[in-house]
């Protein structure tokens, strides 16, 4: 005889009975309460991107839900009680009131069975029930909700109640008018089920868990690279862990250090600005180094080497819905020889770097164990979300794991002994057997020149490419290197210790198409893999050659294991060649396929779409039904990654979706819609990875159409000049429009020109004269022209203080033609400057020292800005249902690692 079990699958109360209005429209299917009203106070920003549906812990599809104005009784078919399975169970939830709303284990009275019932006073009869034409019952057992839509798991022993072999019902009562009770799951079972306590989090073990997963993070970048090349710590005081980068970035940023000497001149080429036309972008090397308190020069979206997962910004996105974060290890050994001392070039070796950054991360977490904890497994990871916490997975992405950078250079045995170090001592789950360059275990992507380098100074050899037009990749080598290239191939190479090796790579011209790897897994490669799936490890294939990653869904396939590919981009989303004139917007190995996904998804997999989309296709142009669903694209924007995130959901069938920032990984991030870097991504002026001059004539057409900007609950209080200089200077705007949107940061700051209280720090005349017309409180407070007011100052307060009055300039000496000219610049800027701010609930902003942060002109500065992203991608016309994914992210993240746990006991692997 099977188990009894009496749920609500069947989508209707199929073996229930329905008495009153309570059950009339029951059972209710898939999450329809609202975050809000499960977990007030969950996300404390503010903002409605969050405020979908939030699982409250029911099995399956289907449960019970009742209203609160409603009432009645639900009762199950009669069933008899068996001895083999002991242990009755539900869930419930809603209003702690055991004398309105309950759950009840009824036994059926008759003469034979006059029950008693064993209580610390003494010997008591069961209270008597009579339902009516079913007959009298006995209430062994009744249980109450307890003031939380999530349910939570009852359990009560029959066996030693002495009920077996008796006949039985069960009864949810909802006898309230102001509250109600949720309920589902009823049944019998031969062992005692695993119960989540209230204080920790409550909710069923097994029941789904809410919030984010960003599959891809590098909180701990600071300690690789040579422990120089990066600055800013992820933790401590922020006035010493992020203040100006001057003594690792010398002077402006240009690596003049000529104080203490050790000058490195190449670290003025990492933060190439982009934020200017023609040559005047390279006749400015370096970079603003203003950290701690201004922040005037970084955090900012464009930046690669300046922290930007500092612990208050991390602790921000779990405030706004992050549950689950992968913290990569990473490192580059070639950055570490050309920027770390003379001692560190050996220190921080892929292997060593593994150790430090590990050991560092785990004391990062200890530090602050309020909030966040490490998940050594999925229990781990579901206990720490239920807790509302943030689950912290300890992952690796390095070029040469184990420092081995041939297939020579270790064995299996070697190989085995290292990952069970990884996964036994170091705690790491999550793991890429390549990264980018060719390693013992076999062929990395080919998709940027700057990685041969890599490749040819680990193992003094070059990529070997073949044509992948079948696989329709259009990436070339060489065809835009970059000036990095030039550095390796110039006579300085063999010059200077900060250039090795001299890089001189095959004639790639002689192979034909797009260019890929003829390096797959090697021998050792697919050893690795296999000993990682014993292990129950996640396997991430990004990076991996498609040879390599056809062989590993292969072998996966196999053993039906899932596998990750955590932070990537899509190649039906990737422009053709005759497109663009950029070869790094063309597919490359680094896209996944549309048939790489679908074997991802048939295995249970998951994919991530990397924050920064760069320039993208709309995913309308290859799925018609998503066509005209967002709002107009602004590439690079929330809009770039809203398409990638639409196309992963249709792909994947709505589940395994999460986001890979990629954050701290020498990747840029998603810009602003508004302000003077809006579709920063189009063009930006940087040979090698920026260029695109055939794309470029659309951005007057992108920037023009942006609106409903995401709406913050305060103004921003700094209009400092650096945060209106950008890729549209000389383009879209000229240098008057650039000082319009300086000074209506001014105005929205409440910075005051005619009171002088406040000093405004590069505050030109003209933004000074603007200002003070935005400021006006009547035409009379205006400079009038004069002997001493010569220039156009008159002109520009007037034809400000017009535009914000709603009134047009006349046609008098009072407006002559000069302030219709201004009026005509600064009426469509005042347009763009409200239309930021958007429809959503306001959001808190984020705020470090003396500034605070603004995605609208901002773009994602820092890890910290992932909760206004998110907003904007609501804005941008995703919706609730279409958020849902992301927001079961970390439940598919540890679905997938419970499926790689079931199955790493399988010996099978061959």
């Not at 596998?563 to 896209?591: D, M, N, P, Y």
Request: hydrophobic fraction near 35%; proline fraction near 6%.
């Amino acid at each position: 005889m099977k188990p009894l079990r009496l749920d609500f699958e069947s989508g209707d109360l199929s073996f229930w009975t329905a008495e009153g209005e309570a059950f009339a429209n029951q059972p209710l299917r898939g999450d329809r309460l609202k975050a809000s009203r499960v977990r007030p106070g969950l996300v404390p920003l503010g903002g409605d991107y969050w405020d979908g549906p939030y699982p409250v812990g029911h099995r399956g599809e289907y449960w019970i839900s009742t209203e609160n104005h409603l009432t009645g009784t639900l009762i199950s078919d009669e069933f008899v009680i068996n001895e083999n399975y002991p242990w009755f169970s539900f869930l419930i939830g809603g209003g702690h009131d055991s004398a309105h709303l309950r759950v009840e284990l009824l036994i059926k009275a008759t003469a034979e069975n006059q029950l008693t019932a064993a209580e610390p006073a003494g010997v008591t009869s069961y209270p008597i029930i009579s339902l009516p034409g079913k007959g009298d019952f006995y209430r062994v057992f009744e249980a109450t909700g307890s003031d939380s839509e999530v349910m939570h798991r009852v359990i009560f022993n029959v066996v030693d109640a002495g009920l077996t072999n008796q006949s039985a019902r069960i009864r949810i009562v909802d006898n309230s008018t102001t509250h109600h009770i949720n309920a589902d799951d009823f049944n019998f079972s031969p062992d005692c089920p695993q119960v989540t306590p209230l204080a920790e989090g409550g909710g069923d073990p097994a029941a789904p868990v809410w919030g984010i997963a960003d599959l891809h993070t590098h909180p701990m970048a600071a300690l690789a690279f040579g422990g120089q090349l990066f600055w800013g710590q992820p933790d401590g005081p922020i006035e010493t862990a992020l203040h100006n980068c001057v003594p690792a970035h010398g002077i402006a940023g240009t690596g003049l250090q000529p104080k203490k000497g050790g000058s490195n001149f190449l670290i003025a080429f990492f933060e190439g600005t982009g934020y200017q036309p023609g040559i005047r972008n390279w006749l400015h090397p370096g970079h603003p180094v203003g950290g701690y308190p201004n922040f005037d020069g970084w955090p900012r979206f464009t930046t690669i080497i300046h922290q930007q997962m500092y612990i208050d910004w991390l602790r921000r996105t779990y405030e706004g819905g992050l549950r689950l974060m992968v913290a990569h290890v990473v490192n580059n050994e070639l950055l570490a020889h050309e920027f770390g001392s003379e001692q560190s070039k050996v220190s921080h070796n892929d292997k060593t770097a593994v150790e430090v950054q590990i050991t560092a991360m785990k004391a990062l977490v200890a530090r602050h164990a309020g909030w966040m904890e490490i998940a050594y497994s999925p229990a781990d990871a579901r206990r720490i979300i239920r807790q509302n916490k943030l689950a912290v997975i300890l992952g690796v992405e390095v070029d040469s794991l184990g420092s081995w950078n041939r297939e020579g250079d270790c064995t299996e045995d070697q190989v085995r002994a290292y990952l069970h170090h990884l996964y036994h001592d170091l705690g790491v789950r999550h793991l890429f057997p390549i990264h980018l360059a060719n390693n013992a275990f076999g062929g990395a992507a080919v998709y940027n020149d700057l990685f041969n380098v890599i490749n040819c100074f680990l193992r003094g050899d070059y990529f070997e490419v073949e044509d992948g037009s079948d696989s329709h990749v259009q990436f070339r080598l060489g065809d835009d290197p970059g000036p990095a290239i030039s550095l390796y191939q110039s006579p300085l190479a063999n010059m200077t210790p900060h250039l090795e090796p001299h890089y001189a790579p095959p004639d790639y011209r002689k192979v034909p198409g797009g260019h890929v790897n003829v390096q797959g897994l090697t021998h050792l490669g697919r050893f690795l893999v296999k000993e990682m799936m014993r292990l129950g490890m996640l396997v991430d294939i990004d990076h991996m050659s498609y040879k390599a990653v056809d062989e590993t869904l292969e072998i996966a396939e196999r053993q039906h294991y899932p596998v990750v590919s955590g932070h990537t981009h899509f190649q039906e989303l990737a422009w053709q060649r005759q497109e663009t004139a950029s070869i790094h917007k063309c597919s490359s190995e680094f896209f996944r396929t549309t048939e790489q996904i679908e074997r991802i998804r048939g295995l249970g997999g998951m994919v991530a779409p990397i924050l920064n989309q760069g320039d993208n296709r709309d995913a309308g142009d290859i799925l018609p039904e998503l066509a005209g669903k967002l709002a107009k694209s602004c590439s690079g924007s929330a809009t770039s990654w809203a398409h990638a995130y639409l196309y992963a959901v249709e792909k994947m069938q709505g589940r395994g979706i999460g986001i890979g920032t990629d954050m701290n990984g020498f990747y840029k991030s998603p810009c602003p819609r508004f302000g003077m870097n809006a579709s920063y991504y189009l063009h930006y002026n940087i040979p090698g990875m920026g260029e695109d001059r055939q794309r470029q004539a659309l951005r007057r057409d992108q920037v023009e159409v942006q609106a409903n900007g995401v709406c913050y609950d305060t103004s921003i209080v700094d209009a400092g000049r650096y945060r209106f200089g950008g890729v549209l200077e000389g383009e879209v705007y000229d240098d008057l429009e650039r000082d319009i949107w300086q000074a209506l940061a001014l105005y929205s700051a409440g910075l005051n020109p005619w009171t002088g209280e406040q000093p405004i720090p590069a505050l030109s005349i003209r933004v000074e004269n603007l200002a003070k017309g935005f400021c006006a409180t009547n035409d009379e407070q205006l400079t009038r022209p004069g002997l001493l007011n010569i220039g156009n100052g008159p002109w520009e307060q007037r034809a400000a203080f017009l535009v914000k009055t709603e009134q047009a300039p006349g046609y008098s000496e009072r407006d002559p033609e000069t302030v219709h000219t201004i009026y005509s610049k600064i009426l469509p800027i005042w347009r763009r400057w409200h239309a930021m701010q958007g429809s959503n609930t306001p959001l808190s902003r984020s705020r470090a020292g003396q500034r605070n942060f603004d995605i609208n002109i901002d773009g994602v500065a820092h890890y910290g800005m992932l909760p206004d992203f998110f907003q904007d991608l609501k804005n941008v016309g995703l919706t609730e249902k279409d958020l849902l994914p992301l927001f079961r992210s970390a439940e598919d993240y540890i679905q997938v690692w419970e499926t790689c746990e079931r199955a790493k006991d399988n010996q099978a692997l061959t």
